[in-house]
């Protein structure tokens, strides 16, 4: 069943989703350790492509639109989509890790923040701000509220912080497919976009610059940059709408989401 173009799942589906969301966490959490300054993230990325085959699972990334890796790598002023390589982490580098695995033909779809070494008090701040954003759009879905709600939340807390939400990606719908729709779009008006109904599977996943929110897509066609060369920073969980609210598919087994760092 659909609902403006968007798949209303089972309540057996959810099973499928916590299992695929797990393993996508778990993978986030082992790579913890790895991160310090001097790790290429050819390195880290490599780790990541062992987890996955190590817990039975098969990377969404490898082969989606010709891209070769298991996760996307993103330092810094690297807004989205960092592809891995041998460029290595330097002392205060803040970075995303994305990764998402299929298991049994569900997609689990997360990423969050880390850093090399020792943390700036504004890229804490920057931290910080991202990772209550999304936790604010999350706290808003429930059956009834609207797309537009979830977006509006993000926004004004961001801008609340005098920064800056990224216009040019989005979440997504996903269950069985990697992006589906809707667009979950993290900036927005109360009351506009689609109804949440129970059973509706998505990401939401908001990019928070410190400058302005323009970015561009470097000639590799995959790395999305801040245009002002700002700091960027993104953390993101896939969700299931139920009855009352939502359930989160890739919360961290170690309680490691939002890890504390070192501080400078
Ligand atoms: N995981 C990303 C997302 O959140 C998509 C990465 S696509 C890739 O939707 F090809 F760049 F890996
Ligand atoms: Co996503
Ligand atoms: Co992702």
Known sequence: MTREG??????????????????????????????????????IDKFIEAKVTEYGTTSATIGYKGYQHASCISINHVVCHGIPGDKKLKDGDILNIDVTVILDGWFGDSSRMYVAGKLSRKSERLIQVTHDALMIGIETVKPGKTFGDIGHAIQSFVEGHRM????????HGLGRVFHAPPNVLHYGRP????VLEEGMFFTIEPMVNLGRPETKTLSDDW?????????SAQFEHSIGVTADGCEIFTLSPGGLFHPTYPQD
């Open 6 to 43: 968007i798949r209303i799942h089972e309540a057996g589906d959810f099973e499928g989703m916590r299992r695929a969301g797990a393993i996508a966490a778990r993978i986030l959490d082992d790579v913890i350790p790895l991160v310090e300054p001097g790790i290429t993230t050819a390195e």
């Open 164 to 171: 800056s939400v990224v216009r040019d990606f989005c979440g």
């Open 191 to 194: 009351g506009t976009g689609a």
């Open 223 to 231: 790395t999305a940059v801040t245009r002002d060369k700002s700091l």
